[in-house]
């Protein structure tokens, strides 16, 4: 054995794993932030923190476990730093629940869950959702469900995500669940089903669906559940007695065509509807006429999220066009689909019809300049209380520079802005840097990385956001940034009132790039680098909230 220790000794990826990149550090730090200011089961019971609010905790939580971290490091006998990452990893994840635990430190309404439902005297949450995802048979789900069998319970609100139920433990579930359902108002069972055969998992959501059948429920997230079809049929009994919902969450579900209609066709009514996420579905331009038909009856919807749904040009006009009867919406995300110049058009043609429109989510949608330049001419006329847009990976070059520029100096109340991985260069960066400099006093988070710029963009931008109280984070990695260019932002982030701690990562800055030279090959190599610290990511990429031991 000492021999063996011996050999070992020399390790060099101990160097890799302690102690950690400063992006490493940035990376979890914005992890936690997303983990902290995401709507969750914990959020509904504690509050939902908001985005400063989470960055604040986040920042301090990282230094905190660093510290710790660092300290355990330094006593290591074979010094590798394995055991130190563990730490940090495993205490982030214990703060973060604390901080969750907490709530929010004040209200702060635009973060706050569209439909707010604070809870009532005693037990309202039966959450069995903590913990590693486990397997359930019928003597266990007798036990995690006892608390509802108790005479004057007053279980509102039910979370068994993350839990898997078999035909055995759901037979055991369905009596309990008919008895309480009566007084049910929030049903979370999403993810329910993992692992279990096609026919079994389709047994299960009819068990459950009979149980909780008249229920007058506000809030139903069957999401992550591979439902399919057969899946949403499955809950027909369930759906089909829903009319006073406000929120529901059908994402990552395998929503296709066929799907979405038999969605339709089940829930008799969306009319008080104010959530409504579709995130992650194959839903395609066919399955998106029928969502848009649920849009069109969800006229008090105010988030509406239909992100990663393989929407293309016709599907996207029709969306577009339903969302013209939301009149109440807050924030809207349809990222990541393939609606193209004539859907962003279309899109342009509703937006004056949402007055309240707070958040904006459009990123990867092809666009073009066109579609751009339509959409920022529409806020313009309406929405100079928008706080959030993102509008990353849309091909958007200098020419659309200037009516972004004109839209964004209206845009007084912004608190983000994202157009990453675009194409402004350094003629449309000055333009759109120079409307960000004067007011903008809101503007927290500003990403304009990858977009081929150099020196005079990289400037402009950190004059941009210097003096900006409160401001957060500028991202202008993956440019074309020379050593001598980076030197001139930090010299003026240090001049401003903000430090360089605002400054984001630049390991991805290529300083001899050349925004006209073919970049197909930089893709190959950045892809070798990304490897460089795989040790240390892969252990922190999936650091996220648990429940204590």
């Known amino acids: 054995m000492d021999s063996a220790a011996q050999d070992f000794q020399p390790r060099t990826f101990s160097i890799k794993l302690w102690p950690p990149s400063e992006s490493t550090r940035l990376m979890l730090v914005e992890r936690m932030t997303k983990n902290l200011s995401t709507e969750s089961i914990f959020s509904r019971k504690y509050g939902l923190l908001g985005k400063e609010e989470a ?210 066709e089940l829930i008799p009514s969306t009319e008080k509807l104010k959530v409504l996420h579709f995130h992650n579905n194959m839903t395609g331009d066919e399955g998106a006429v029928y969502v848009a038909e649920m849009v069109k009856q969800s006229p008090n919807l105010e988030s509406f999220r239909c992100s990663a749904t393989r929407i293309g040009s016709d599907g996207g006009v029709a969306l577009s066009e339903a969302l013209g009867t939301c009149t109440h919406l807050k924030k809207l995300d349809l990222r990541d689909n393939l609606f193209g110049v004539d859907a962003g058009i279309a899109l342009s043609k509703t937006l004056p019809k949402l007055p309240d429109l707070v958040e904006l989510y459009l990123s990867d949608l092809n666009l073009e300049n066109k579609g751009t330049v339509a959409i920022v001419n529409a806020l313009k006329q309406l929405a100079p209380q928008l706080e959030v847009l993102e509008m990353a990976g849309n091909e958007i070059n200098a020419q659309a520079a200037p009516a972004l520029a004109e839209f964004l100096t209206a845009m007084q109340s912004l608190k983000k802005l994202t157009l990453a991985e675009n194409e402004l260069k350094d003629a449309g960066a000055v333009i759109i840097a120079k409307s960000l400099e ?112």
């Open 438 to 549: 004067d007011g903008h006093a809101d503007l927290k988070e500003l990403d304009v990385s990858t977009n081929m710029f150099q020196r005079a963009g990289a400037r402009c931008f950190a004059r941009a956001v210097a003096n900006k109280p409160g401001f957060v984070q500028l991202n202008i990695n993956g440019n074309f940034i020379s050593d001598e260019g980076i030197d001139e932002v930090k010299d003026i982030l240090k001049a401003g009132k903000n430090s360089l701690d605002v400054l984001g990562s630049l390991d991805e800055n290529d300083p001899e790039g050349d925004p006209d030279d073919d970049e197909e090959e930089e893709e190959d190599e950045d892809a070798k680098d990304d490897d460089d610290e795989d040790g240390l990511d892969s252990k922190l990429q999936n650091v996220k909230v648990e429940q204590d031991d």
């Open 55 to 264: 960055h604040e905790n986040a920042k301090r939580i990282e230094q905190l476990c660093f510290a710790s971290a660092d300290e355990h490091f330094k006593t290591e006998p074979d010094g590798d730093g394995s055991s130190a990452v563990q730490l940090y990893a495993k205490e982030t994840s214990k703060m973060m629940l604390e901080v969750l635990k907490k709530g929010p430190r004040i209200t702060a309404e635009s973060e706050a869950p569209v439909a707010d439902t604070p809870l009532g005297p005693g037990d309202t949450v039966l959450d069995i959702s903590g913990g590693k995802r486990a397997f359930i048979e019928a003597d266990e789900a007798k036990e995690l469900l006892s608390p509802l069998t108790k005479p004057g319970n007053s279980y509102r609100r039910i979370c068994f995500s993350n839990r898997s139920f078999g035909v055995d433990a759901a037979n055991v579930a369905g009596p309990i669940l008919e008895s309480v359902k009566n007084q049910l108002t929030e049903v979370d069972i999403s993810d329910f089903v993992a692992g279990r055969p096609e026919d079994e998992a389709l047994d299960v959501m009819r068990i459950f669906s009979k149980a909780l059948e008249g229920s007058v429920l506000r809030y139903l997230n069957i999401s992550d559940n591979a439902l399919g079809e057969k899946g949403v049929r499955a809950f027909s009994e369930l759906l089909k007695s829903q009319e006073n919902l406000e929120e529901l969450y059908v994402m990552n579900d395998g929503i296709s065509e066929d799907a979405a209609k038999a969605l339709s």
